[in-house]
């Protein structure tokens, strides 16, 4: 039941993280670097903080009394996978919910196994979950060739992409896509991909900050909602700092206040997209409780968000006009990447 409870959470906050860029489709007259920033306020500020304080009991005092070291590295390991999501919402700007999510959390999830083994094998002389250690068990060599599907997966994806950059006329492609360019949102997603994965890694980095939440008699079920706060403080600096930057570059920063636009509409569009983005979070804290913080919580989250977001590509007709060869093509491209995602987490599993 456990397993069963770990598997529903992760669909859950698959489904959110899968949906969350819907309603930045509804903001109108504003730049990209405005709605996302206002979006992020509520993803990386507001909602964690509210969601601690209604789960967490003296979270505060709980973040006070926490380790310096456990702060900063779950505060900087926040910052880099900032970094990653920051680029992570350029790669949907460029080549849209689909192929974006597919590349970039196909990367995602393939560093995400690899990094901390590797890591392992670097600085500790405890070779258990070493990559040389994998490459001696059934169980690791099953992980890796997961991890090895999952980069074909990807290139597939990428050949899906460039068919459709040569069948598709630009009002085409803009026609579910407005900014779609796919060099560049290939090299973003790729990029994007393996910064995101240090978020798995915030996660280990303030487990102790978990541990303490769940002693102050927080359910466990939301041990990591304190944790969470230090994680997207680190998010929110590398995002603002951008936008901010983009914003006197563009001369952006009336979108904030122009009444030509739908002001409030734009506020709450932003708002719901920033607070269903870190549901995905909220519910991945409550199954990685479940299912613990390895490469499984981590593999799954990533094929259920693979999953619902290219259901919602599919229903925003991205790949409208495409040839059925490409359409096969990028078919194929996403069933590898969650077959890598399954043999990943039965590697893992039996590790």
């Known amino acids: 039941m456990q397993a069963i409870f770990g598997i529903i959470f992760h669909f859950i906050g698959g489904f959110a993280s899968g949906s969350f860029y819907i309603p930045y489709k509804k903001v109108k007259g504003w730049s990209w670097e405005s ?24 979270f505060v005092d709980i973040l006070k009394n926490t380790d310096g070291s456990t702060l900063f590295w779950t505060y900087f390991l926040g910052a880099m996978w900032g970094v990653g999501g920051l680029t992570f919402g350029l790669a ?23 990094i901390p083994p590797i890591y ?17 068990t059934s169980g690791g060599l099953v992980v ?30 803009q026609e579910s896509v407005k900014e779609f360019d796919l060099k560049k949102g290939l090299l973003v997603a790729v990029f994007s991909g393996i910064m995101s994965a240090c978020m798995s890694f915030a ?8 541990n303490a939440s769940e002693a102050a008699g927080a359910n466990p079920l939301f041990r990591n909602n304190t944790t969470f706060i230090v994680v997207m403080l680190g998010g929110l600096t590398t995002n603002f700092i951008w936008c901010m930057i983009l914003n006197a570059r563009n001369k952006s920063f009336g979108d904030y206040t122009n009444k030509k636009t739908p002001l409030t509409k734009n506020y709450i569009f932003s708002a719901l997209a920033g607070t ?18 390895g490469a499984s919580s981590w593999i799954l989250h990533m094929a259920f968000i693979i999953l619902v977001s290219n259901m919602w590509g599919f229903l925003y007709k991205e790949w409208k006009g495409v040839s059925k060869k490409t359409l096969a093509t990028i078919l194929t491209g996403i069933a590898m990447i969650i077959l890598s995602v399954v043999l990943v987490g039965y590697g893992n599993s039996i590790l």
């Not at 392992?120 to 001696?136: A, E, F, K, R, W």
């Not at 980069?151 to 460039?162: E, Q, Y």
């Not at 996660?203 to 978990?210: F, K, L, M, Q, R």
């Open 35 to 58: 709605y996302w920033i206002v979006g992020g306020i509520f993803s990386w500020l507001f909602v964690p903080v509210i969601s601690a304080w209604l789960t967490v009991p003296g």
């Open 92 to 114: 949907m700007r460029y080549l849209g919910m689909s192929l974006g999510m597919s590349v970039a959390l196909g990367f995602c999830s393939a560093f995400g196994a690899l």
């Open 120 to 136: 392992q094998d670097i600085v500790s002389d405890d070779p258990t979950g070493s990559l040389s250690h994998m490459l001696s």
């Open 144 to 173: 890796l060739l997961g991890v090895v599907v999952c980069l074909v997966g990807i290139a597939i994806c990428g050949k899906a992409g460039v068919r459709k950059e040569a069948e598709l006329s630009t009002e085409q492609k």
């Open 203 to 210: 996660i280990t980095a303030g487990h102790d900050i978990s």
């Open 276 to 293: 269903t983005w870190f549901m995905q979070y909220f519910f991945y804290g409550m199954g990685e409780s479940k299912l613990g913080n």
